[in-house]
């Protein structure tokens, strides 16, 4: 049969070529209606401006056309094909038997039985051409394939990879032998991790969503997310290494918390220092690292601070990991975990105490920025008050009184109280606070020996049981002073008053310890201390 070149078709610009207009009509539906039943001995001339897949498709097209309808459709031209033959109108309707449009749709149809090369292969292209192979459905259809492939239990990849792709070897063999070998030797979760960690980030974003809604294991998908982002940036560019990160930063938000190690999303912060992502990817990453504070390290929290500030480390960063941490932890802030942070922000504090370019305001928020209940002893805060005082001796005393009056007195122990009594860079107000605070303690203490004291089965007067003691103890009685003290004097003078209200202080509390050490004998023995001569019971004076 005769051809003649009547259609001249410009595609996209790239090429031009000449066909026989009768063939290719008979095919298209799109050109059938451009040019009705004309068929004439000029030549026509038809220009495309965006036919998918370029002049090299339509070269695949043109030929299924010449070869009466028959063509190979692999993975590696399946979405291009669908693509053109939606975009020329290649449907039954046109040519009265089964077209290019039937014929790709029916590949797609069978997409689930592809082995797995010819699924990575379709995905790559699908990747080339995201825009036509979301559109047609091909990418979606490719993805579910994927991840439902993954999802079988005892599937695992064989030898075969990308760069092999007319490789048989991903084949699922029924051979006994073979299927033994292959779950021996590919046995991790993590067999695919390679295979996919070639595709862009948007299509990675589409395969996390496709797994959640899948529910697949969360633990593996991040891993797979942290994979990725250091597979990629090994040969990535700077805005690439961005878009990577904001993907993998938002995969990982869309997952279980404890599906992520607190170790693993400091790694992705480190990273994220030396890189300007968006705000929003940004809040998301310091969310998932607050609500595991309590699994963090004092290491971990040591990030210098930003280029062209002074301090040396960001506390504002930790001041956010914080007010995430209780924002987001909610029901789960057990007291536990509570004391855990404590812990590791009386560490933290004590490390960014000596800076002497941090500032009030900053190291004031660091020590209120928990509640008093997360600490049993705040000792170790005390002590890093003192060295913040000592290296910032410029602050004014209102501004020294706002730290101070941070602290819990009533949770101090009585070495700490003693160090600040005899503190000099506190105020003279915390060390009057401090000691009334211990007043009211050693009161409590007290009045809980006496309550102990008058349940023993032998009743007996507080001076027979303090009989108990050791001999060569004095005799004589403590006093505490407690009654109101004039601070306006000198400090040196208050300061050495207070020095020996505190001594005195200390011995009560000793002596408070060793009758309720010697009562606890009694109660175990039961045995009756009326005939007990001892020292009467030291008082306290209003």
Not at 128 to 155: F, N, Y
Not at 233 to 243: G, H, M
Not at 524 to 538: E, F, G, I, M, N
């Amino acid at each position: 049969m005769a051809v003649c070149c009547d259609l001249e078709a410009d595609i996209n610009g790239e090429e031009t070529f000449l066909l026989d207009k009768k063939i290719i009509c008979s095919f298209s539906g799109r050109l059938s209606k451009l040019f009705g039943k004309s068929t004439g001995a000029n030549r026509n001339k038809v220009i495309f401006n965006d036919f998918p897949g370029g002049a090299e498709n339509f070269e695949l097209i043109s030929r299924f056309c010449y070869n009466k309808g028959e063509i190979d459709i692999n993975p590696s031209n399946i979405s291009l094909l669908y693509s053109a033959a939606e975009f020329m109108e290649m449907s039954k309707s046109v040519s009265g038997n089964c077209n290019l449009l039937e014929k790709t749709k029916k590949c797609i149809e069978e997409l689930g039985y592809w082995t797995w090369p010819d699924l990575l292969v379709a995905l790559k292209h699908c990747q080339e051409m995201q825009q036509v192979a979301t559109s047609s459905g091909i990418l979606e259809k490719c993805l579910d394939s994927i991840v439902g492939r993954l999802a079988i239990t005892g599937e695992v990849s064989p030898c075969a990879s990308t760069s092999s792709p007319d490789s048989s070897g991903l084949r699922l063999s029924c051979d006994t032998r073979s299927t033994e070998s292959l779950k021996n030797s590919f046995s991790r979760a993590n067999w695919w991790f390679e295979d996919l960690s070639v595709l862009s980030p948007n299509l990675v974003e589409m395969l996390v969503k496709s797994m959640v809604s899948r529910k697949y294991n969360q633990v593996i998908i991040s891993r797979f997310l942290l994979y990725y982002q250091k597979s990629k940036f090994f040969t990535a560019s700077s805005d690439e290494k961005r878009q990577v990160l904001e993907i993998v930063i938002d995969g990982l938000y869309t997952l279980d918390p404890s599906c992520i190690s607190c170790k693993s999303l400091f790694g992705v912060l480190r990273v994220v220092l030396n890189l300007n992502i968006s705000k929003s990817s940004r809040n998301k990453l310091e969310c998932m690292i607050g609500s595991q504070m309590d699994q963090a390290t004092l290491d971990n929290l040591l990030i210098p601070s930003p280029y062209g500030t002074s301090c040396l480390y960001d506390v504002n960063l930790v001041l956010r990991f914080l007010k995430a941490f209780l924002r987001e932890g909610g029901w789960r802030l057990s007291p536990t975990r509570m004391k855990k942070v404590a812990s590791l922000m009386d560490l933290y504090i004590a490390e960014v105490a000596p800076d002497p370019f941090l500032r009030f305001s900053k190291f004031l928020a660091l020590v209120v920025a928990l509640p008093d209940s997360a600490r049993d002893c705040w000792d170790e805060l005390y002590h890093a008050i003192d060295v913040y005082l000592e290296v910032h001796a410029g602050l004014s005393e209102e501004e020294k009184l706002k730290i101070c009056c941070a602290l819990n007195y009533e949770k101090l122990s009585s070495d700490a109280c003693v160090h600040l009594s005899q503190n000099a860079k506190f105020p003279s107000k915390s060390s009057v606070q401090a000691l009334v605070s211990q007043q009211l303690k050693l009161k409590n203490l007290l009045q809980g020996t006496k309550n102990s004291k008058s349940d023993m089965d032998s009743p007996c007067k507080l001076n027979e049981t303090r009989g108990k003691a050791k001999k060569g103890e004095g005799s004589e009685q403590i006093v505490l002073y407690s009654g109101r003290l004039d601070i306006s004097g000198d400090n040196e003078n208050l300061r050495a008053h207070l020095q020996g209200m505190q001594w005195r202080v200390i011995e009560l509390e000793n002596l408070c310890k060793k009758m309720q050490a010697q009562m606890a004998k009694l109660m175990k023995s039961k045995t009756p201390t009326t005939h007990s001569t001892a020292r009467s019971l030291p008082r306290l004076c209003s």
